[in-house]
């Protein structure tokens, strides 16, 4: 449990403010500021109004401003962290005198206010009372302090978008974020004290083994796997927090092999050394093959890979007989959930999916070469022959959000793409509404996706990606590697007329990925990549040695706008084309015994 949150006194004793004067209070240290001028400015940096520390605070990361037509307002000043407002993620909110504004930055709530008579709302205030509100059923729990109440709700299930609030306030935070940020404190207690422990891993030993974790992509030989005690009174790991079931090196094993916990159970789950996260079953008994999706945000990623683990599964089983199966139902039920939500819709509204952000679901925080960070959840399949289960392996996906690829987004603190150093292969996808030579191009159509604003980074994007690549792969920046590297170029129902009249070829041919096909589509894709965006053609092709071109389309047709730059399909009209045809391509280099290739037209296998 940790201490009470201090509430200083100084809260209670502020002068009166002049008529719509403005504070923000800080939620967990009862810390308020006045705003005296504008823009008032939050961040992590120096020179900000307002300074808060922490994972997930942008060096600006936001500022309350007034705006010509709008009044003032609370607008989010770097794209690659999250604000939320009232448990919605925004880029700015309108700010009116007289209500609550429940604002999450980072690890931090803050609540925003204006009025005549500040002193008596903060007077009213009491950050040592929480409640939890379910606006569906009106249940109410609490008053009790924001810890007692987080441990609480966790213990009776309590819905994550119920409301959090502490006495005084009218809005507040979803238990999801309360629980997250709980979790971060606790975990960031419990690290540090095993810092000073010294019983973190040393760099050396990081960088030895033959195992990587495909969690946090640091090797390890199999006698450091840690076992997971089974015994629930074998509660409380010193890293992962009071509630996670202990992390253990095993030296007893029962009769079939099994190692036994403290407590005489067998145990049958593993943990990576390094960051304590739960391996899935067969870990050490397939090969493992990382397949890295990259793109800048709004490329598509998210709906690309709901599509992908909707197709992919029929074409491995009825072209090559092979089964495509969850190797880890829980560790997947997120993407499964993306799957469901996006196929069983009625109407393009139901089929949104919520953009991936940098601390959100798709995320957990783990430990990793001494400090809690945020790294992407990995989703395991496994890839077996229906014949012969015997050849068989692993692959793993993720869902990183688009800013994570972006330069200046990569560092010890917060490394959650460096899996593309460690991939089979990776799967770049450029959005062509995105580049604004590409958009020239179709610019006479109708999809409402011309209308959004254009914001390319897809080149630097590429080349970001070649230097975290050569950079911990210590190669030269000269150097390419063997990885396939598929471009997807995206949305192809919107451009596919630019290639011509029957220009594509079927790659998959008598259960064999017809590799002169592929070749022959992925000459013409580049041709008129190379015409239109050349510096990513050039960048792409000075990552790997091993690189082809490939038109997808995850919808098959123009998706509706639903709101202010947002946009999805019409779920009546889903007819994805190719999304799954890179992903063989790579399965064909990397395990060519489940995805057989037909040699190419020069006899090249």
């Known amino acids: ?11 209670f004793v502020l002068n009166l403010f002049k008529k719509n004067d403005w504070v923000v209070v800080d939620c967990l240290t009862g810390l308020s500021t006045k705003m005296v001028t504008f823009p008032f400015e939050i961040g992590a940096g120096e020179g900000v109004d307002l300074k808060l520390d922490g994972q997930g605070v942008a060096e600006r990361h936001c500022a309350v401003n007034p705006v010509k037509g709008q009044g003032l307002c609370l607008i989010k000043q770097e794209g ?5 407002v009232d448990g919605q993620a925004v880029d700015y909110c309108k700010l009116l005198p007289d209500q609550d504004y429940a604002v999450k930055v980072g690890g931090h709530f803050l609540v925003i206010r204006g009025g005549r008579e500040l002193n008596t709302w903060l007077r009213g205030l009491d950050f040592n009372q929480w409640t939890l509100q379910d606006s569906a059923t009106n249940q109410i729990d609490g008053p009790m302090g924001f810890d007692e109440l987080c441990q609480f709700a966790k213990d009776h299930q309590r819905n994550h978008q119920t409301l959090l609030l502490p006495q005084g306030m009218t809005n507040g935070f979803l238990l999801y974020d309360a629980m997250e940020v709980r979790a971060s404190r606790l975990a960031a207690t419990q690290l540090e004290t095993l810092v000073e422990e010294e019983t973190v891993l040393t760099a050396a030993e990081v960088s030895q083994g033959l195992l990587t974790c495909i969690v946090c992509w640091l090797n390890f030989d199999i006698g450091d796997i840690m076992h997971i005690a089974s015994h629930d009174s074998l509660r409380g790991d010193p890293v992962l927090g009071e509630d996670a079931q202990q992390r253990f090196l095993a030296t007893r094993f029962n009769d079939r092999g099994q190692a036994v916990d403290a407590m005489g159970l067998p145990c049958t789950d593993i943990a990576c050394p390094h960051c304590r996260r739960r391996l899935p079953q067969g870990f050490t008994g397939a090969k493992n093959h990382i397949i890295s999706i990259v ?9 690309y890979l709901s599509v992908l683990l909707n197709e992919l599964p029929a074409r491995l089983f009825n072209d090559f007989s092979v089964v495509f199966q969850d190797a880890d139902p829980t560790g997947n039920a997120i993407i499964n959930q993306m799957k469901q939500v996006l196929f069983g819709a009625r109407t393009p509204e139901e089929a949104r999916l919520v953009k991936t952000q940098l601390e959100g679901g798709m995320y957990e925080r783990l430990p990793r070469q001494g400090r809690m960070v945020a790294l992407p959840r990995p989703f395991v399949f496994s890839v077996a022959s229906a014949a012969t289960p015997a050849q068989h392996c692993s692959v793993i996906f993720y869902d990183n959000a688009g800013e994570h690829f972006q330069p200046g987004r990569d ?3 917060s490394p959650g793409a460096q899996h593309v150093a460690s991939s089979s292969g990776i799967l770049f996808l450029f959005d062509p509404f995105n580049n604004p030579d590409f958009r020239r191009q179709i610019a006479d159509g109708t999809d409402p996706q011309l209308d959004k604003p254009v914001i390319d980074q897809q080149s630097i994007i590429l080349s970001e990606m070649k230097v975290r690549i050569t950079r911990l792969l210590n190669l030269e920046l000269t150097q390419q590697i063997d990885a396939p590297l598929a471009v997807m170029v995206g949305k192809s ?3 596919i007329h630019l290639l011509g009249e029957n220009a594509l070829q079927d790659p998959v041919q008598s ?10 589509n992925s000459q013409k894709v580049r041709e008129l990549m190379k015409k239109i965006c050349t510096p990513l053609v050039a960048n792409a092709e000075s990552i790997s040695r091993n690189v082809l071109f490939f038109p997808v ?11 202010p730059g947002d946009y999805a399909p019409n779920p009546l009209k889903l007819k994805p084309f190719m999304v799954e045809i890179p992903v063989l391509w790579v399965l064909s280099r990397v395990a060519p015994e489940l995805v057989p290739g037909q040699p190419e037209a020069n006899g090249a296998a």
């Open 511 to 520: 259960g064999r990925l017809d590799l002169a096909a592929l070749q022959h």
């Open 80 to 84: 690659g962290h999250m604000l939320v």
């Open 411 to 413: 560092s010890l603190d």
């Open 493 to 495: 129902d919107a451009w």
């Open 1 to 11: 449990m940790l201490p009470p949150l201090p509430i200083p006194a100084t809260i």
């Open 295 to 303: 793109g800048d945000q709004g490329a598509g990623k998210s709906y």
């Open 553 to 563: 389309s995850s919808f098959g047709h123009a998706p509706m706008k639903i709101g």
